[in-house]
């Protein structure tokens, strides 16, 4: 029970997180909001493809501690399990080596998250490069070129 309240707890804060830097973009800007959008989305894919794993793993613990006592019983058990892991268990119990499933996305959602973030940087800042040079070219005074590079600097945000 302590695990599912970590698990969840974990979820909450880091959607909390994407949820805080997405508040930031509304209004300012549409493209680093589509991609903390994105990002909400693969996240919360994740998720859901976990609990579901969560789900099928603790349903096929409750029914290994119901095995059935004759060999005759085996087939009814096994269409009690979770359909993903009706085939894996019957290949381990006809002494066959075989893998239970396991979560198919999440690995990839996580490189897809690390790359939409990598992304995000370097759009964040080929905005501030841009417009940095955009001021320097533009003027001479130094108070000109200062408040020239505000507007860049901003594009760090997004970075």
């Known amino acids: ?13 880091g959607l909390a997180a994407v949820c805080w830097v997405g508040a930031g973009f509304i209004g300012s800007d549409r493209l680093a909001l589509a991609f903390t959008g994105i990002i909400a ?9 976990l609990v579901n794993f969560r789900r099928q793993t603790r349903l096929l613990a ?5 095995l059935p006592e004759t060999h005759e019983q085996i087939t009814a058990w096994l269409g009690a399990l979770p359909q993903p892991m009706q085939f894996p268990v019957q290949r381990r119990i006809e002494g066959h080596a075989a893998g239970l499933p396991a979560p198919q996305l999440t690995p990839y959602l996580t490189g897809l998250l690390v790359m939409l973030g990598l992304l995000g940087t370097f759009a964040g800042m080929i905005v501030t490069l841009g417009g940095a040079a955009s001021a320097l070219d533009n003027s ?20």
Do not use: D
């Open 140 to 159: 001479t005074e130094l108070s000109a070129i200062r408040s020239a590079l505000a507007a860049p600097i901003a594009g760090l945000s997004l970075a």
């Open 1 to 13: 029970m302590m695990s599912r309240l970590f698990f969840t707890l974990a979820f909450a804060i």
């Open 62 to 66: 409750e029914k290994v501690n119901q």
């Open 41 to 49: 989305l693969v996240y919360c894919l994740g998720f859901g493809e």
